[in-house]
């Protein structure tokens, strides 16, 4: 009874002010008879506790706030098949809205820059190699033609002939000898402007099927080529041909052996030369294949495509001649045999090749400096994105493209940290001269095969930046600028240019062409521009989170986030998981009603496009998300349409539309809007825009409304607005 009426002060306080039966107040009690020093390391290790508690309590703040500022931030999802111009378009967003934290990745960019033009060099070599390999025909076996590796010390297979990029017309576009799926183009200045693709003889292109076609019905054919391994030096390797000492010394059964690269080359030509052979004979020497080859198109007969399943009969294919029947004027001839005895002509006929190239020694030996940047380039890509770009290992999205091994493009995976990566290396690279390489050969001195030896000199050449102090040899900054002379000499020379075109190729229109700027880029001190940044062609796998806050504008402090996929097919599922969470979408769309899929060159470009729209706009996920679509690479549909190619060509339902870029912008552009209309779940804010993302100057006054709409739409779903 007492205890009832115990006060409750008086029954509980001693409890509480001991800790009696409080299990963690008593473990927090002090030790009966604790000495000094164990009661300052007590009061020590709980003051560390508690420290760690605290740290920990703010890092959930931290956490929370970053999870309620996300949920506010602003949300856009990159969408668009392969090439299409994401990448491209974030770049511009961040040069426009965040220009500092853009260009706070240049050293990183830089290097990607430079890859991508250690890549233009390493496309024009190999055409080269081709050209060469092509024009050496034994009359005995006219069709040899070995291929050849591309490095001394690591051959590079080289398929005969390459995938050509048929899929890839301007902007990407003809790399290689396959002509009769390249766009004829004009010529060219080579560093002129962009030449539109000429108009005749008109593209001969694999079949397109239905652009209605539902695009999960298509799977990715590997179009990439077979690949036959090397078995003969390349041209211009370290052989060099016989001198006519040597060669007028050697039995005719030895002579009879020798390749044509190593027969000594003919005498300056005489006063008045000899009438000029034909395209079938050399010196006199019957050559079966080598020059004015023709050939059809027969096995790539265009089909006609069709909005409305109706059934298309192929036009007539065409032959197109692809190779100039005749040498063109500036052209200097290959060194190529002197008549030998008459009685040994007939067994020498049969083994020696003849050369019909326009190619010389000098291109040869031009190669073979140039050489030490394949090596580069293969050691930095595979330090950078091992397992990415390691060719032998790698079985990705790029093994089925049409690039040719060892030209394949770089490729970075999302979050792998590859800015930081870089941005390490340069810096090493750039305050650290005295450094050892770190990727070389083995050899020590970065460089296959000892071609650059340490008194930087390469066969005897005196190479600036490299053993003389101005760099590190195994540095592309170093390397590029100790080869920028050759470099500029090579694709300024008028008989490369001459072969790239007979060839086909069109490296102008490639992604991260880069040569026409190699007097800027191949020096020591070279910085990228804004401009060079946003052209730089870095393919992207995975999704991208990029977060940056806006420096200007209406809202400036506001948290963006932008995603950005890798467009190939394979890459698309990965794209889903984001769909709930954005309030945006950029869907970019380059009308290439004239080009075909990289990953599947059956399939039409714009074909694939509408189809992935259609898909997008069904998505439930998405069914309130703005829709903002890019009708991107406005330039190459002009130059395109420029050229005289014919949309109805390619898209009968066309018809006799005029074939200019006001019909057939609005006659596509009626189509993605009729989709979206048609197959979206509900009615949904929807913009288009005409774009050349690659023109920084235009896009960003398009950001700059594509952003206030995205910012107000966004704005006025959460109530603030
Ligand atoms: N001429 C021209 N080139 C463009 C345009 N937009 C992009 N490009 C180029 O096209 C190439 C591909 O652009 P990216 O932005 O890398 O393409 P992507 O859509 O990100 O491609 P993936 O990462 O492979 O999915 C780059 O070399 C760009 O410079 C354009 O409007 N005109
Ligand atoms: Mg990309």
Same mark, same amino acid.
């Given at each position: ?135 050496? #025909? ?11 590796? #591309? ?71 590997? !179009? ?8 003969? =030096? ?7 041909? %016989? ?55 027969? !096995? ?21 001649? *692809? ?11 290959? =060194?190529? /045999? ?23 020694? !000098? ?34 999205? #790029? ?47 970065? %460089? ?32 590029? !600028? ?58 992207? /796998? ?19 986030? *932008? ?86 060509? %390619? ?50 006054? *398009? ?19």
């Amino acid at each position: 009874m007492s205890i009832a009426t115990r006060p409750f002060h008086a029954n509980h306080a001693p409890f509480l002010e001991t800790g009696h039966d409080d299990p963690l107040a008593q473990a927090l009690q002090p030790p009966p008879n604790e000495s000094p020093d164990e009661r300052a390391l007590r009061e020590k290790l709980q003051s560390e506790a508690s420290m760690i508690s605290r740290a920990i309590d703010e890092d959930l703040q931290e956490a929370r706030k970053a999870f309620e500022r996300r949920k506010k931030a602003v949300k856009i999802l990159l969408l668009g098949q392969a090439e299409s111009g994401k990448s491209t378009t974030l770049k511009n967003f961040q040069l426009a809205f965040s220009p500092q934290h853009f260009r706070s990745e240049k050293l990183a960019w830089k290097t990607i820059i430079q890859l991508n033009l250690i890549r233009n060099i390493k496309q024009l070599l190999q055409a080269l190699e081709e050209e060469w390999n092509e024009s050496q #025909t034994q009359p005995g076996n006219p069709g040899a033609s070995p291929a050849i590796p #591309t490095t001394p010390s690591q051959p590079i297979p080289i398929s005969s002939p390459i995938p050509i990029a048929h899929n890839q017309v301007n902007n990407h576009a003809a790399r290689s000898v396959s002509p009769s799926r390249a766009l004829p183009v004009p010529s060219a200045s080579p560093r002129g402007p962009r030449a539109p693709p000429s108009a005749s003889p008109p593209p001969p292109q694999p079949p397109i099927h239905n652009i209605d076609v539902h695009m999960n019905g298509v799977n990715g054919a590997d !179009s990439s080529p077979s690949t036959s391994p090397p078995d003969r =030096p390349a041209f211009g390797m370290s052989a060099q041909p %016989y001198s006519h000492r040597q060669y007028a010394g050697m039995s005719a059964k030895a002579r009879g052996k020798l390749p044509a690269y190593l027969v000594p080359p003919l005498p300056s030509p005489p006063a008045s030369p000899p009438a000029s052979p034909g395209p079938g004979s050399v010196n006199g020497h019957h050559l079966s294949a080598a020059n004015g080859v023709q050939m059809t198109n027969g !096995s790539h007969s265009t089909t006609t495509v069709s909005f409305s399943h109706t059934a298309s009969r192929p036009p007539s294919t065409t032959t197109t001649p *692809i190779h100039s029947p005749q040498p063109s004027p500036a052209v200097t001839p290959m =060194p190529t /045999l002197q008549k030998p005895p008459a009685g040994r002509e007939k067994s020498r006929e049969k083994s020696i090749r003849f050369s019909t190239s326009p190619l010389n020694d !000098s291109h040869r030996r031009i190669r073979l400096r140039l050489l030490p940047l394949m090596a580069i380039e293969e050691e930095l890509t595979k330090k950078l994105f091992p397992e990415i770009n390691n060719r032998n290992s790698f079985s990705g999205p #790029t093994s089925g493209t049409a690039f040719p091994p060892g030209i394949r493009e770089v490729c970075v995976r999302a979050g792998s940290g590859w800015k930081g990566v870089l941005s390490t290396i340069v810096n090493s690279q750039d305050t650290n001269v005295t450094n050892t390489n770190t990727y070389g050969n083995g050899n020590g001195n970065g %460089y296959p095969n000892g071609i650059l030896k340490t008194n930087g000199t390469v066969n005897g050449k005196r190479r600036p930046g490299t053993a003389d102090g101005y760099g590190r040899k195994d540095d592309p900054t170093t390397v590029l !600028s100790a080869c920028r002379e050759d470099i500029l000499q090579l694709w300024d020379d008028p008989v490369v240019q001459g072969v790239l075109k007979k060839r086909g190729v069109r490296l102008q229109d490639m992604p991260g062409f880069f040569l026409n700027d190699a007097s800027r880029i191949a020096q020591p001190n070279y910085e990228p521009s804004d401009d060079d940044i946003v052209r730089a062609r870095l393919r992207t /796998l995975g999704v991208e989170e990029h977060r940056f806050t806006m420096e200007s504008g209406a809202y400036p402090g506001s948290e963006w986030y *932008i995603y950005d996929v890798g467009g190939s097919r394979s890459m698309r599922p990965h794209w889903i998981p984001y769909f709930d969470d954005v309030q945006a979408i950029i869907f970019l769309a380059p009308l290439a009603f004239n080009l075909m899929l990289e990953e599947d060159s059956k399939v039409n470009r714009l074909e694939d496009s509408i189809s992935l729209w259609r898909q997008i706009c069904k998505n439930k996920l998405l069914e309130k998300t703005t829709m903002i679509l890019f009708l991107n690479k406005m330039d190459i549909l002009q130059a395109t349409l420029a050229a005289g190619i014919m949309v109805k060509r %390619y898209v009968p339902s066309y018809g006799d539309l005029p074939n200019d870029v006001t019909h057939v912008v609005k006659y596509f552009r009626d189509k993605f809007r009729g989709y979206h209309k048609r197959d979206s779940p509900q009615q949904r804010p929807f913009y288009w825009h005409e774009t050349s993302v690659i023109d920084t100057r235009a896009t960003s006054i *398009i950001l700059v409304g594509v952003r206030e709409g995205i910012l107000r739409a966004h704005l006025q779903s959460v109530n603030v607005i």
